[in-house]
């Protein structure tokens, strides 16, 4: 197929990007699985260029994080390039309107994240416009102003058209599928549900999108294309789950301990041990990329150590009430993405601290009643301490009542009970005795029955061989054949 052709079947293909079958639970351990499949979308739609701007942005708040857990001298490179630093933390911004334009152009200019870009803006220009779309003379256009202008509507379009259809995948791959609401996917909430994501699925139309293709140089460049949400979005996936974020969270300790006990834990949990290795070999290299020294990254996992416990502290123990207000300000500091470090988690146990020394102070404190009441205050007072007193007599006069028909009976009102029937014969031989009398009793009976047939045997005489039951029978059917015709 000659070039032209085949960057038509490029375009068309752009339009059935989304795939209603991609799924994406939003657990850390799904996450390798689904960047594969995002990747292999990509290759086969030609928009390599918008995740791999992703992936770039992704490095450049690593770098920041980097930076700022760093020397004096890295941090203040890092607090350069935002603006509007913190110095007394190491939060790291997530969204590129926080950081400088000069900082943001050296940055993705270095890694050919523009060459990419403009590489597949000429390949739609010619899937848009034919092998002339240089020529303005062959496409008709009066100059070479009116040709360039004609570019700028093309390539906008087609921006326009990946960062929605990449907006709608990932946004449909989380949660377009009808399930439980999971702490994975909940995470995303802040990613995916926003309300520009929303606004980008429905069609609306941003005038900042114009910044992303700058036709005002000779030959026009990508302008600020890393602005683009879709690029924005896949950075902030891949940061989360490959850089610092996600253990930013305060779950690192406890997906490191599932991690060492998945292979003979729970069977729901259980991983094979190459899959185990992999996931302690990801837990390695994000610790080794984002951070400088081993002093450094020491203290952080003392810090998240720390975390882990005030944590389980504040939901357990007589004391929760107290930790619970140091995990509150330490989740406050995660949750604007602060990398924890000792004095943060030293802060947090000193409100724990203060907060049970004010506690203990409250405790013994003492109420009085102050003694600047006038007359008419007293007078109330009075009536309603006198109130109080005969609604307090009633309650007692009830409750006695009440008790002497429940717990004190008296003697009238007791139910005697009935003498139950003995038998003195059955006393005399051993057997069930109450319930029943002589004149009643069963046993008696069927020994006197006995009794009466053992005397009538020993009447007859029958000392010899008792006849069995088949010689009887005999005997009987014999009488009854002498008993026939034959014998009269």
């Known amino acids: 197929l000659p070039f032209c052709a085949i960057a038509k079947m490029n375009a068309s293909k ?18 390798s699985r689904f960047k594969q499949d995002i990747q292999s979308r990509a290759d086969r739609h030609d928009t390599t260029w918008l995740f791999e701007g992703g992936r770039q942005w992704a490095l450049f708040l690593a770098r920041q994080i980097k930076d700022k857990t760093g020397t004096d001298a890295a941090k203040k490179k890092a607090l350069a390039r935002e603006l509007y630093p913190k110095d007394d933390s190491n939060y790291v911004p997530t969204s590129c309107d926080d950081y400088t334009d000069v900082a943001l152009h050296k940055w993705f200019e270095e890694r050919d994240f523009a060459t990419n870009l403009m590489l597949s803006l000429n390949k739609n220009r010619l899937a848009s416009l034919g092998s002339n779309f240089c020529d303005h003379t062959k496409l008709g256009f009066k100059d070479e102003a009116a040709l360039k202008k004609a570019h700028k509507a093309v390539d906008i379009a087609y921006l326009r058209k990946v960062n929605r259809s990449a907006c709608k995948l990932l946004h449909n791959a989380v949660f377009d599928h009808p399930s439980k609401e999971t702490a994975g996917r909940t995470k995303l909430h802040s990613i995916l549900k926003t309300n520009k994501v929303a606004e980008i699925l429905k069609g609306a139309v941003d005038d900042d999108d114009l910044n992303w293709i700058d036709m005002d140089t000779t030959p026009p460049r990508a302008g600020t294309p890393w602005e683009m949400p879709a690029v924005q979005i896949w950075g902030k996936l891949f940061h989360k789950y490959e850089g610092m974020t996600d253990m930013l969270s305060g779950r690192m300790m406890e997906e490191l301990g599932a991690v060492i006990d998945c292979v003979t834990g729970d069977a729901r949990q259980r991983r094979t041990i190459y899959e185990a290795d992999q996931e302690f070999e990801r837990f390695g290299k994000t610790l080794t990329a984002n951070f400088k020294d081993t002093a450094t990254l020491w203290e952080f996992l003392r810090a998240s150590l720390r975390q882990c416990h005030i944590n389980k502290l504040s939901k357990v123990g007589k004391d929760r009430a107290a930790w619970a207000k140091a995990d509150e300000y330490l989740t406050n500091l995660m949750d604007s993405d602060t990398m924890l470090t000792l004095e943060n988690t030293d802060a947090a146990i000193k409100r724990a601290e203060n907060y049970l020394q004010r506690q203990d102070i409250d405790g013994d404190k003492r109420t009085a009643f102050s003694s600047a009441f006038d007359e008419e205050d007293t007078e109330q007072v009075k009536a309603l301490r006198a109130e109080l007193k005969e609604k307090d007599q009633r309650l007692s006069a009830l409750e006695a009542k009440f008790d002497s028909f429940s717990h004190e009976p008296r003697e009238g009102n007791k139910r005697k009970k009935p003498t139950r029937k003995e038998c003195d014969y059955c ?55 002498n008993k026939g015709p034959a014998a009269s």
């Open 14 to 31: 752009l339009v059935t990007m989304d795939d209603p079958k991609l799924y994406f639970s939003g657990e850390s351990k799904d996450w």
């Open 427 to 481: 006393k005399k031989t051993g057997k069930w005795a109450q319930g029943h009398d002589e004149s009643a009793c069963l046993h008696k009976q069927r020994d006197e029955a006995d009794a009466k047939l053992q005397a009538i045997k020993e009447r007859r005489g029958g000392k010899g061989r008792q006849a069995t039951t088949s010689e009887k029978k005999a005997f009987a059917a014999g009488a009854i054949v």
